[in-house]
């Protein structure tokens, strides 16, 4: 897997202004595929996890804490809007803050397939609600200043 946040700026070819997104290239196995030959749902929302832990979760990232110390999975929803098949890896998921509040945040997702333009219509859309928790206490927590910090970078 790799992953490079871009910028906001202009698509190649186009004069359509991309917002930042942290982007992330994610292998598809064959234990992914259904029956159908196509990326299997379950296996899309681990894809998604894989995307989002070197954006976050890294040791070098300001949000790693929440990685050693908990963040919980709140709400999730996907959404399908074309299908992606094995021929389609590395997909790059592109992902973004949608909403950003004390002790939680959401993720926004864009999937396509590898090789697709970054305006073209994406194949999955997503989110994700996460929240900071402390595992000790077993309780939710505030996201600390320098986490919002970071987060607030990718706001859209």
Known sequence: MTSSPNTATA???????????????VEI????????QHVNHARMVTLLEEARIPWLFDDDKPTASMGRQG????????KYR?????EDTPLDIAMWVKQLRAVDFTIGYEVRANGAAPDSPPAVT???QLAAFDIETQRLRRLSD??????ALWRA
């Not at 064959?30 to 159908?36: A, E, I, K, L, R």
């Not at 963040?71 to 996907?78: E, F, G, I, R």
């Not at 074309?82 to 094995?86: N, S």
């Not at 320098?146 to 987060?151: A, I, K, V």
């Open 71 to 78: 963040c919980v999975l709140v709400d999730l929803h996907v």
């Open 29 to 36: 196995r064959w234990s992914d595929m259904d029956v159908f």
């Open 11 to 25: 698509a190649p070819e186009t004069n359509l202004v991309l917002p930042r997104r942290f982007h992330a290239k």
């Open 146 to 151: 320098t986490e919002r910090d970071y987060l």
């Open 82 to 86: 074309g299908q992606l098949r094995h």
């Open 126 to 128: 997503a989110t994700t």
